[in-house]
């Protein structure tokens, strides 16, 4: 998977929204607002967007 090809183009400006609202939330909280909508950035959500899966461990 190629990340760097995923990006295309974004507003700056919600990405430093993005940002600045994920400080106002408690650490363990994993959310941000931007332009009033709640995102969620927990592990398990960004796992489930990408396809992630759990690694076996021994």
Avoid: H
């Avoid at 927990?42 to 967007?49: E, G, K, Y």
């Amino acid at each position: 998977m190629d990340f760097n090809t995923m990006i295309g183009d974004c507003n700056i400006s919600w990405v430093e929204e993005f940002y600045a609202n994920a400080l106002g939330y408690a650490e363990d909280d994993y959310t941000s607002t931007v332009r009033g909508v709640k995102i969620s950035y927990a592990p398990d959500v960004i796992d489930a967007l990408f396809g992630f899966r759990q690694a076996d461990y021994c």
